[in-house]
């Protein structure tokens, strides 16, 4: 039963990206001003700080004095939970030791419109397990978004789905921006870039 379950859930997530492609939906360029705004490898990760959905403070430059941060940049909330930002979690999850023992700490940031924000993030996060190294945060009205040069501002967008690698002097080490819903990188893609850090 469970991998019949699991097998309907990857079909209907290809099938929305595939249907969520072909008209169109999927695709929206950065504009020039996001470009400038976002940060590339080799620069210092702008610092921020937010709150998780028990309301504890998460601060970045606090964060990497313990190791690595990886910063997952999610859809949040853009009317309905995608099933694309629960796969990734999901994978990223999953993996969750083997981050843990690279010292490396997994934070989601979840956007959305304020109102009933944390209700959204609480609906998201049912069923998944979160370990010690790994928390979801909150972005409401999308402030840290708009400081990293990733906000989506499209009807029914919040993000542009994101993955940053940040060495404890804030350093990115690897960056990378999706200008779909799809183009996710995976974990396997970003425990090779703390294994080869730790070369």
């Known amino acids: 039963m469970q991998s019949s379950t699991t097998e309907f859930s990857r ?32 620069d210092q990760a702008p610092d921020f700080e937010l709150q998780s959905i028990e309301k504890q403070s998460v601060k970045l430059s606090k964060l990497v004095q313990d190791g690595p941060v990886i910063l997952i940049v999610l859809r949040g909330y853009p009317g309905y939970q995608c099933p694309l930002c629960t796969q990734q979690a999901g ?13 490396a700490r997994l934070v989601f940031v979840y956007p959305g419109p304020a109102e009933n924000l944390k209700r959204h993030a609480e609906d998201f996060v049912r069923g998944k397990s979160f370990p010690k190294n790994a928390e979801l945060v909150l972005d409401p009205d999308y402030e840290f978004t708009k400081s990293y040069g990733l906000r989506w ?21 690897f960056a990378k921006v999706s200008m779909t819903h799809g183009g996710r990188v995976s974990a396997d893609e970003v425990l090779k870039v703390l294994r080869a850090e730790q070369d």
């Open 11 to 42: 079909r209907t997530t290809l099938t929305l990206a595939v249907l969520l492609t072909i008209t169109g939906w999927m695709n929206h360029p950065l504009t020039a001003e996001d470009k400038t705004k976002r940060p590339q490898v080799g």
């Open 91 to 103: 994978q990223f999850l999953s993996q969750a030791k083997k981050f843990d023992a690279a010292k």
């Open 153 to 173: 501002d499209a009807p029914r967008e919040t993000a542009y789905p994101s993955t940053f690698v940040i060495d404890t002097s804030r350093k990115i080490k």
